[in-house]
C-alpha cells in the first residue's frame, strides 16, 4: 500500500495512515508460501478431470478455517455466478472454486508432511518481523511447549490412521490425536504453533503409537532446523523421562518438564533428608499477598541406573496470607538453577499450561472448531484439514503480531468474535480486489474503494 492511498481512498489523513503504512505484505507472501506449497501436492489424477488445480484445491480448503466460514466457498461460488469473480480469486489467489467433493477426494491421498515448509515460513515471518523477539526468554531462548491432544473420536467413523482402546465390556472407540508442539512465553497472550506430528499406527511397531514416540519423531524431524531459537522444551511429567530428554539434548535443545514426586522415585530419595537451599517472594495479586517459595537441587541422577542423565531439580509453591499451599509443582532441566535462575525458570515452567488455555482450548472453542469433522476421509484427509486449521491459527497470530491494518480492525471491532463475524458477512455480498481494502473497510467502516 503506497502512503497516501487511504488518503486518497478513504478521506483518511496521512498522519494516521503511518502506523497503517505497509498493508498486509505479511498476509499475503505467507498465502503465496501456501500457494506454492499446494501447487506441488500429489495429483492422483490421470487424464481426467483436471479443471482445477491442487493449488486451488489446497486453498479452498485453508479459506474455511482462515475465514472461520464453513459456508465460505458456497457463498463466494454464488459471488461468481452472479459478478464473474469472487473473494476466492482475489484474497486467495485462486483460479476456480473447486466443489467440496472434488476438495476431499483430492486432499485425502496428501501426507499432511507436505505443509511443514508452510510452518517454516510462518516462523521466518515472525523472525523478520520482530515478533519472535517478545517470546524470548532467559537471555535469548524460546519456549516450545510439546503436549498431545485428540480431535477426533468416533465408536463408528474410521479409517487406517485412526487409534483405537476399549470402551466397556464389547465397544470399541476410534480416534486420532497429535503431538504438538508450540511456542508460548510466561506473559504473552499469543502462541505460535509449529508442525505437529500425528500420533497413527507406525510400520513395523505392534504397539500402538504413543505422545512419547510422537515427541522423540518430532523433535528428530524438527528440532535441529529450530536450533537456532536456543529451544527450552516445555512439556508434563510424560516427558520427563531418560529418551524424551536425550532426544532433546541431541537436537541441540534444552529442557524443562514437569517432575512429579510420584513417578520420579530416585529423585525423590536424593531429596529426603536434605536442607535444600530457599528462597522466598513476596507477590501481590490485587488486594491478596502471596508468598512464592522456592527450592532446588543440582546434579540429580534422573533415574536409578549407572547410565542416567543427571539432571537440576527445582520446585515453586504458592502460599496465600493464611498459610494455606494454593500450588505446587516441581521441574527438571538441564538449565544451570541457582538463586539467580529459579525465579525465571519457575515462570517458564509454569507456562507449558499455555498450550492447553491459548492453543488446544482456542483451537476447539473459539471459532476453528478442532473436533468438529470436517471430513474423514480413507487416508489422511482429517490430518490434512487439522493442518491447515492450524495454519489458519498461525497465519492469523503473525497478523495480531505483526501485521498494523490487521490489528486496527480488530481494535475496531471490539472483540476477535464480533472480528470474524464481520469478516465473515462482509465478505458474503462485497468483492475485496485485496487484503488491504478489506482490513481497512473493517477498521474504518467506509465503501470499499471501486474496483479500477
Same mark, same amino acid.
Given at each position: 500500500?503506497?502512503? @497516501?492511498? &487511504? !488518503?486518497? /481512498?478513504?478521506?483518511?489523513?496521512?498522519?494516521?495512515? %503511518?502506523? +497503517?503504512? *505497509?498493508?498486509?505484505?505479511?498476509?499475503?507472501?505467507?498465502?503465496?508460501?501456501?500457494r506454492g506449497c499446494c501447487?506441488?501436492?500429489?495429483?492422483?489424477?490421470?487424464?481426467?478431470?483436471?479443471?482445477?488445480?491442487?493449488?486451488?484445491?489446497?486453498?479452498?480448503?485453508?479459506?474455511?478455517?482462515?475465514?472461520?466460514?464453513?459456508?465460505?466457498?458456497?457463498?463466494?461460488?454464488?459471488?461468481e455466478e452472479g459478478q464473474?469473480?469472487?473473494?476466492?480469486?482475489?484474497?486467495?489467489?485462486?483460479?476456480?472454486?473447486?466443489?467440496?467433493?472434488?476438495?476431499?477426494?483430492?486432499?485425502?491421498?496428501?501426507?499432511?508432511?507436505?505443509?511443514?515448509?508452510?510452518?517454516?515460513?510462518?516462523?521466518?515471518?515472525?523472525?523478520?518481523? @520482530?515478533? &519472535? !523477539?517478545? /517470546?524470548?526468554?532467559?537471555?535469548?531462548?524460546?519456549? %516450545?511447549? +510439546?503436549? *498431545?491432544?485428540?480431535?477426533?473420536?468416533?465408536?463408528?467413523?474410521?479409517?487406517?490412521?485412526?487409534?483405537?482402546?476399549?470402551?466397556?465390556?464389547?465397544?470399541?472407540?476410534?480416534?486420532?490425536?497429535?503431538?504438538?508442539?508450540?511456542?508460548?512465553?510466561?506473559?504473552?497472550?499469543?502462541?505460535?504453533?509449529?508442525?505437529?506430528?500425528?500420533?497413527?499406527?507406525?510400520?513395523?511397531?505392534?504397539?500402538?503409537?504413543?505422545?512419547?514416540?510422537?515427541?522423540?519423531?518430532?523433535?528428530?524431524?524438527?528440532?535441529?532446523?529450530?536450533?537456532?531459537?536456543?529451544?527450552?522444551?516445555?512439556?508434563?511429567?510424560?516427558?520427563?523421562?531418560?529418551?524424551?530428554?536425550?532426544?532433546?539434548?541431541?537436537?541441540?535443545?534444552?529442557?524443562?518438564?514437569?517432575c512429579k514426586p510420584s513417578?520420579?522415585?530416585?529423585?525423590?530419595?536424593?531429596?529426603?533428608?536434605?536442607?535444600?537451599?530457599?528462597?522466598?517472594?513476596?507477590?501481590?495479586?490485587?488486594?491478596?499477598?502471596?508468598?512464592?517459595?522456592?527450592?532446588?537441587?543440582?546434579?540429580?541422577?534422573?533415574?536409578?541406573?549407572?547410565?542416567?542423565?543427571?539432571?537440576?531439580?527445582?520446585?515453586?509453591?504458592?502460599?496465600?496470607?493464611?498459610?494455606?499451599?494454593?500450588?505446587?509443582?516441581?521441574?527438571?532441566?538441564?538449565?544451570?538453577?541457582?538463586?539467580?535462575?529459579?525465579?525465571?525458570?519457575?515462570?517458564?515452567?509454569?507456562?507449558?499450561?499455555?498450550?492447553?488455555?491459548?492453543?488446544?482450548?482456542?483451537?476447539?472453542?473459539?471459532?476453528?472448531?478442532?473436533?468438529?469433522?470436517?471430513?474423514?476421509?480413507?487416508?489422511?484427509?482429517?490430518?490434512?484439514?487439522?493442518?491447515?486449521?492450524?495454519?489458519?491459527?498461525?497465519?492469523?497470530?503473525?497478523?495480531?503480531?505483526?501485521?498494523?491494518?490487521?490489528?486496527?480492525?480488530?481494535?475496531?471491532?471490539?472483540?476477535?468474535?464480533?472480528?470474524?463475524?464481520?469478516?465473515?458477512?462482509?465478505?458474503?455480498?462485497?468483492?475485496?480486489?485485496?487484503?488491504?481494502?478489506?482490513?481497512?473497510?473493517?477498521?474504518?467502516?467506509?465503501?470499499?474503494?471501486?474496483?479500477?
Amino acid at each position: 500500500m503506497k502512503k @497516501g492511498s &487511504l !488518503e486518497r /481512498f478513504w478521506g483518511i489523513p496521512a498522519a494516521t495512515e %503511518i502506523w +497503517l503504512l *505497509g498493508g498486509m505484505e505479511i498476509l499475503d507472501r505467507l498465502i503465496g508460501s501456501l500457494r506454492g506449497c499446494c501447487q506441488s501436492l500429489p495429483d492422483i489424477r490421470r487424464g481426467g478431470d483436471a479443471r482445477y488445480t491442487m493449488a486451488d484445491i489446497g486453498l479452498s480448503a485453508f479459506s474455511l478455517f482462515f475465514m472461520q466460514s464453513p459456508s465460505f466457498l458456497a457463498h463466494q461460488r454464488r459471488l461468481e455466478e452472479g459478478q464473474g469473480r469472487s473473494n476466492c480469486q482475489t484474497l486467495f489467489g485462486l483460479d476456480r472454486i473447486p466443489s467440496d467433493n472434488h476438495v476431499r477426494a483430492l486432499l485425502d491421498p496428501v501426507s499432511p508432511d507436505h505443509f511443514h515448509p508452510v510452518f517454516a515460513a510462518v516462523l521466518a515471518e515472525l523472525e523478520g518481523s @520482530g515478533g &519472535l !523477539e517478545a /517470546f524470548r526468554q532467559l537471555g535469548g531462548h524460546v519456549l %516450545i511447549a +510439546l503436549d *498431545g491432544t485428540e480431535y477426533h473420536v468416533s465408536n463408528k467413523v474410521r479409517c487406517p490412521q485412526c487409534s483405537t482402546r476399549k470402551r466397556g465390556k464389547n465397544g470399541t472407540e476410534y480416534f486420532h490425536a497429535m503431538l504438538s508442539a508450540t511456542i508460548v512465553a510466561p506473559d504473552h497472550n499469543r502462541v505460535v504453533p509449529l508442525e505437529p506430528e500425528f500420533i497413527v499406527p507406525q510400520d513395523g511397531h505392534e504397539k500402538q503409537d504413543c505422545e512419547s514416540r510422537a515427541v522423540r519423531r518430532w523433535l528428530e524431524r524438527h528440532g535441529r532446523r529450530h536450533a537456532r531459537l536456543k529451544p527450552i522444551y516445555l512439556g508434563d511429567d510424560l516427558f520427563s523421562r531418560q529418551p524424551v530428554c536425550a532426544a532433546v539434548r541431541a537436537a541441540g535443545g534444552h529442557f524443562l518438564f514437569v517432575c512429579k514426586p510420584s513417578s520420579h522415585q530416585t529423585i525423590e530419595e536424593y531429596l529426603t533428608g536434605i536442607d535444600l537451599p530457599m528462597l522466598t517472594r513476596p507477590v501481590k495479586r490485587g488486594r491478596e499477598r502471596f508468598d512464592y517459595r522456592y527450592r532446588w537441587l543440582s546434579d540429580v541422577p534422573l533415574r536409578g541406573d549407572a547410565d542416567a542423565l543427571t539432571v537440576n531439580w527445582l520446585m515453586v509453591e504458592i502460599v496465600n496470607a493464611a498459610g494455606d499451599v494454593t500450588y505446587r509443582n516441581s521441574f527438571i532441566t538441564d538449565l544451570d538453577v541457582g538463586p539467580d535462575t529459579v525465579v525465571d525458570l519457575a515462570a517458564c515452567g509454569r507456562a507449558r499450561w499455555k498450550i492447553e488455555n491459548e492453543s488446544f482450548n482456542v483451537l476447539k472453542t473459539n471459532g476453528y472448531n478442532l473436533e468438529h469433522n470436517f471430513g474423514h476421509g480413507k487416508n489422511n484427509l482429517s490430518a490434512v484439514f487439522v493442518s491447515l486449521n492450524l495454519l489458519a491459527f498461525a497465519f492469523h497470530t503473525v497478523c495480531d503480531l505483526a501485521e498494523n491494518l490487521w490489528r486496527g480492525a480488530m481494535d475496531k471491532m471490539g472483540t476477535r468474535a464480533r472480528f470474524f463475524e464481520n469478516l465473515r458477512s462482509i465478505t458474503t455480498f462485497i468483492i475485496f480486489p485485496t487484503w488491504d481494502d478489506l482490513l481497512a473497510t473493517l477498521a474504518f467502516a467506509r465503501p470499499p474503494p471501486t474496483a479500477p
